[in-house]
């Protein structure tokens, strides 16, 4: 771990070992994740068809809901958009519903203007916002390019933006950029997306920037920012006399280290990010396989909805072992 703190005396840190105590829901919730009743509902099946639409243009045979389930079905179970088909008309066949089958080809055409609804949160009272982002590779040529051919491909990704709530684990917020796009300039942006109230925001060091407690401020006037200032950090001008939050956790990291001013701040918690982020790509995969921007964007986001319904099947709850 050459970019952790004390990365040195790391090895003397025992493991942390946890218990689930709620096992029997949990394993339940886990089986109910690939259940074709769970994602192919009733609700789906009676919004199937499009309302008649009163503008210029030809009607619509699929509402936004139908499009969003077939969607959520290719992501759930990693299907092509032709095999997403054939899996919908056998389902629809096997129960004896009149409806039609919306082909790979609408599938692909929808998802450029499809809009996914945003997860609301579902923490009682303030959120403590979790900030990070992780990279996904676009479809196309793979590394075996390189060992069979000798060429040097660079490949082709996509930055995601994702805010979870540390209590949920869901993500509330989340937003599809190009790799070059900084981690600190989407932070208003995806504030915006957030109904909730603010009682922390904790990023890694990307995030230490006096614009991002600017915005932060201005939003939520109450609201921690949690972030651990660079190891060439100085004190502000007025650090004496007024405080900034920047101020106060250098003084810190001074009087108790960066170690205890992990523990003392509970800037720990930020894990349950990176733990969330590798939640998604095992379940729904680390590569974006639609070919233009506005359908990556609805198949990111169809992933981040998909895993956030996974949650609310049923979530782990941990104790941790002496």
Request: proline fraction near 5%; aromatic fraction near 6%; glycine fraction near 6%.
């Amino acid at each position: 771990m050459p970019f952790k703190a004390n990365a040195a005396c790391r090895h003397r840190i025992p493991k942390q070992r946890y218990r689930v105590t709620n096992w029997a829901e949990y394993d339940a919730s886990l089986r109910q994740r690939g259940s074709l009743t769970v994602w192919f509902s009733g609700e789906a099946i009676a919004a199937w068809r499009a309302e008649p639409r009163r503008t210029w243009g030809g009607q619509p045979h699929y509402s936004a809901l139908a499009i969003r389930t077939a969607l959520t079905l290719r992501a759930v179970f990693r299907l092509a958009l032709r095999q997403t088909e054939g899996l919908i008309g056998s389902l629809l066949q096997l129960l004896g519903l009149d409806l039609a089958v919306p082909d790979h080809s609408t599938l692909s055409r929808r998802a450029e203007t499809l809009e996914v609804p945003k997860s609301s949160p579902s923490s009682r009272g303030p959120v403590h916002l979790l900030v990070d982002s992780t990279g996904l590779r676009l479809f196309g040529p793979g590394e075996w390019l390189v060992e069979k051919h000798g060429t040097q491909r660079r490949r082709s990704w996509r930055k995601l933006h994702v805010r979870v709530d540390a209590e949920t684990g869901q993500i509330l917020a989340s937003e599809l950029t190009t790799s070059d796009v900084d981690d600190g300039s989407r932070v208003e942006p995806l504030l915006d997306q957030i109904t909730a109230p603010l009682a922390s925001l904790i990023g890694d060091g990307a995030s230490d920037q006096a614009g991002i407690y600017d915005i932060v401020a201005k939003h939520y006037p109450e609201a921690d920012v949690i972030v651990p200032p660079r190891s060439t950090a100085v004190p502000s001008d007025m650090a004496e006399s007024t405080p900034t939050q920047r101020d106060r956790h250098l003084q810190s990291i001074a009087e108790h280290g960066r170690m205890g001013w992990q523990r003392r701040s509970q800037y720990n918690r930020r894990a349950l990010v990176e733990a969330s982020i590798s939640r998604l790509k095992r379940m729904i995969g680390n590569a974006l396989h639609l070919r233009t921007e506005h359908r990556r964007a609805t198949e990111a986001a169809i992933a981040v909805q998909t895993l956030n319904r996974m949650l609310e099947l049923g979530r782990p709850k941990c104790v941790r072992i002496a």
